[in-house]
């Protein structure tokens, strides 16, 4: 097997993985409410927003012991 048809391979891999979920994703209900992914949505979103914070809050810092203060 060559590099190519390795490569290969693998793309045809995450492409049935991608078809897959794509169709898991059309037959959902839209009609109905779905908090769960909600709730995981907007979780994910604040744990980005809680690393952002700290790693502004550690770049404050760092600057302030420079700075002397």
Do not use: F, N, P
Not at 15 to 23: G, S, T
Not at 29 to 46: C, N
């Amino acid at each position: 097997m060559t590099a190519y048809d390795s490569t290969l391979s693998a793309l045809r891999g995450h492409l049935c993985e991608l078809e897959a979920a794509l169709a898991l994703w059309a037959s959902r209900d839209d009609t109905k409410a779905q908090s769960e992914v909600r709730q995981g949505a907007i979780r994910a979103s604040d744990d980005a927003t809680a690393v952002r914070a700290a790693e502004l809050l550690a770049r404050v810092r760092q600057l302030r012991q420079k700075e002397g203060r």
